[in-house]
């Protein structure tokens, strides 16, 4: 953007998001803050920053939000989804409304609180042999796993007693857990 007469053009927003934080209430949301300017795209002192616009969206460089800060130096982004990536960007703005240019782009996923669900198996029967003794199979491939945002791919899925575990003839629990 060009600059006419005396306005000077601010330059981006350097240090955007430190201190990032995920607070999960009825929608997650994050806190969003960045330190001001030092100087003009021209190398001169930064003065007169009237406030700043948060930028964000689930794509690089494709900011579908843009919320005006004011003269905050933080803001919280509200609304978001579990495991999506979000690209943030900070710009600083005159009293003119006139923009500097984005801060560095910063991308920050969305924390995925909400465990696996698991179906488990129908109760098994293990046979055991004339001493007693029958040896836990690995039940992991009976279950059923599904997730909210991950690949179930990417789910862990283990077995407590670990497979080849000898059991002792009579009833034992075998717990499945699910890891996203």
């Known amino acids: 953007m060009g600059m006419t007469g005396r306005t000077k ?6 240090g955007v998001v430190w201190g990032l934080m995920a607070r999960l209430t009825f929608a997650l949301q ?16 930064a003065t007169g920053v009237a ?4 930028r964000y969206g689930t794509a690089s460089r494709n900011y579908g939000i843009v919320l005006d800060a004011g003269n905050s130096l933080k803001t919280a982004l509200q609304d978001l989804r579990e495991g999506v990536t979000y690209y943030i960007v900070v710009s600083a703005y005159d009293s003119g409304k006139v923009e500097g240019d984005f801060s560095p782009e910063l991308a920050w996923t969305a924390p995925d609180r909400t465990p696996p669900q698991i179906v488990p198996p129908a109760p098994q029967i293990l046979k055991a042999s004339t001493n007693g003794w029958a040896t836990l199979p690995d039940w992991c491939p009976l ?9 179930t791919a990417n789910i ?12 002792r003839a009579g009833a034992a629990t075998v717990t499945i857990l699910a890891r996203d």
């Open 9 to 14: 053009k601010l330059s981006a927003v350097i």
């Open 30 to 45: 994050v806190q969003v803050e960045w330190d001001p300017p030092s100087s003009n795209t021209d190398g001169s002192p």
């Open 51 to 54: 406030g700043y616009k948060v």
């Open 143 to 151: 279950v059923s796993v599904t997730d909210n945002c991950s690949d």
């Open 156 to 167: 862990v899925v283990s077995q407590t007693p670990a497979p080849q575990t000898p059991l």
